[in-house]
């Protein structure tokens, strides 16, 4: 284990800021919005702030004040901030992001799960982990990997998980094959209910069959990127590692489908996008959707300790009956607001949520 500090060489921000200024914008004719994919006139707004106003060593010093560490496990580099808390009798808590963020979707809670030992890992292939020779790892795998970390690398018995999007199916491999060690987990979404989806209506709630209704309509209208991310994610790659704009567009129009729009800033899409572009991972970040596709083996029944938090903006809420069926819940709060990056756009609420969770599970 060593200790990490980012940084990035001033020539490596200043080419981005060059790269920006050659951006060619295509022509549209007709009114915009985003209905069809980013709206031009924001993205441009976006990336004109991006080039002379953003300034990256504002958050590059703000994440240096945690101590962060990379380590060797199944062959991999895998980057992880470990802040350890005052109390002596402090829990570790685990914390896995998803996709298209990174650990920043944590970093604004940081300060507040000062009572807990933070372990939050960057996934493989995302800011400064790397992936293996083949190219690409499932949540199982990842999950295993996590497991290792803790128990081996840090010494843990037991801990608590906490993930979202990816970092969800992550802990729920955690709490399947680790309920031993594992003392609960804290998911900010459930996932995709494809038994509701194919189920016949007939068979259905009201509730459920409205998931089921609009769960094929999302993935009819909004899920073409999983296919493309999951069948020829390296077609994909060469435009995101050669184009600002293209990687701020295609990532960009994420985080206003899936999150409470308001509550984010230019500011926090700029810290995400610089993230992965002087890491050059928006490319190797979407090979993980490859494994889970076509690589994950089943999950089986989740049997420890359940909390929800359920933030109104998420993509596909899925109903609280399906759920309760399917987790052994402690805890299912709804949110009054927040979207599918939770801590980035509700800190003070994550926090309060987590910590609520924690004391339930200890």
Not at 140 to 154: D, P
Not at 222 to 243: F, M, R, V, W
Request: charged share 25%; net charge negative; glycine share 6%.
């Amino acid at each position: 284990m060593e200790e990490f500090n980012i940084h990035f060489d001033e020539e490596a921000i200043e080419e981005l800021r060059q790269r920006i200024s050659r951006t060619r914008l295509p022509r549209i004719s007709g009114d915009e919005d985003w209905s069809l994919g980013t709206d031009s006139d924001y993205l441009l707004s976006l990336l004109e702030y991006w080039r002379d106003s953003y300034d990256w060593r504002r958050k590059e010093r703000e994440l240096n004040q945690y101590p962060q560490f990379t380590c060797k496990l199944d062959g991999l580099t895998i980057h992880f901030f470990y802040i350890r808390s005052s109390r002596e009798d402090a829990k570790p808590l685990l914390l896995t992001h998803g996709w298209p963020d990174s650990f920043l979707r944590y970093a604004k809670a940081f300060p507040l799960l000062s009572d807990y030992d933070l372990i939050v890992p960057s996934l493989p292939g995302f800011a400064f982990s790397t992936l293996p020779s083949k190219g690409f790892l499932n949540n199982a795998e990842v999950a295993g990997i996590w497991h290792s970390l803790m128990t081996e690398v840090l010494g843990y018995q037991e801990y608590a998980a906490s993930g979202g999007d990816m970092g969800r199916g992550v802990t729920c491999y955690l709490a399947t094959r680790y309920p031993q060690e594992v003392r609960g987990i804290h998911l900010t979404d459930v996932g995709f209910a494809s038994d509701l989806a194919a189920a016949a209506d007939e068979d259905l709630t009201p509730a459920e069959l409205d998931y089921k209704r609009r769960a094929n309509e999302w993935l009819r209208k909004e899920g073409a990127y999983i296919n493309i991310h999951s069948t020829k994610p390296q077609t994909l790659a060469y435009s995101l590692g050669d184009s600002p704009a293209g990687m701020a567009a295609w990532i960009t129009e994420k985080y206003h489908a899936w999150s409470d729009w308001p509550l984010l800033t230019m500011d926090d899409l700029c810290d995400c996008l610089t993230l992965y572009w002087l890491t050059n991972t928006a490319c190797t970040s979407i090979r993980a959707y490859h494994g889970n596709t076509f690589t994950l083996p089943p999950l089986g029944k989740v049997s420890v300790p359940t909390a929800i938090a359920a933030f109104p903006c998420d993509v596909l809420p899925v109903p609280r009956e399906w759920i309760e069926r399917n987790f052994p819940l402690v805890m299912y709060t709804e949110m009054p607001r927040g979207g599918h990056f939770t801590a980035l756009e509700q800190p003070e609420r994550f926090a309060e949520n987590i910590s609520q969770f924690m004391a339930a599970i200890f």
